[in-house]
Nanobody, 117 residues
Framework: QVQLVESGGGLVQPGGSLRLSCAAS????????MGWYRQAPGKQRELVAA???????NYADSVKGRFTISRDNAKNTVYLQMNRLKLEDTAVYYC???????????WGQGTQVIVSS
């Protein structure tokens, strides 16, 4: 089992920045992919960004150029730097990881991000 603990959410004005962190612990063989999904009220959960162990990243079109995902393999931690935040970025952000391609996903408890003036 892998446990994920997120931090860094909060309230920010449009145009502001936040940095999310997610630390993994437990029985870890590999953290092949780590990333972030988000779910806004009344909407489906969507992928925001992901990074595999080799460093390759993937972003939703809506956040490209504004968000940056990174990871510290020594700390089993993934980060999401969010800049130029927009109202539509308001959502609960969930960290996830898989230990292998096709493996089961593990999820964090979610952290709320509210972008509001």
């Amino acid at each position: 089992q892998v446990q994920l603990v997120e931090s860094g959410g909060g309230l920010v004005q449009p145009g502001g920045s936040l940095r999310l962190s997610c630390a993994a612990s437990g029985t870890i063989f590999s953290l092949y992919v780590m990333g972030w999904y988000r779910q806004a009220p009344g909407k489906q959960r969507e992928l925001v960004a992901a990074i595999v162990s080799g460093g390759t990243t993937n972003y939703a079109d809506s956040v490209k150029g504004r968000f940056t995902i990174s990871r510290d393999n020594a700390k089993n931690t993934v980060y999401l730097q969010m800049n130029r935040l927009k109202l539509e970025d308001t959502a609960v952000y969930y960290c996830y990881t898989k230990q292998a391609v096709g493996g089961i996903p593990y999820w964090g408890q979610g952290t709320q991000v509210i972008v509001s003036s």
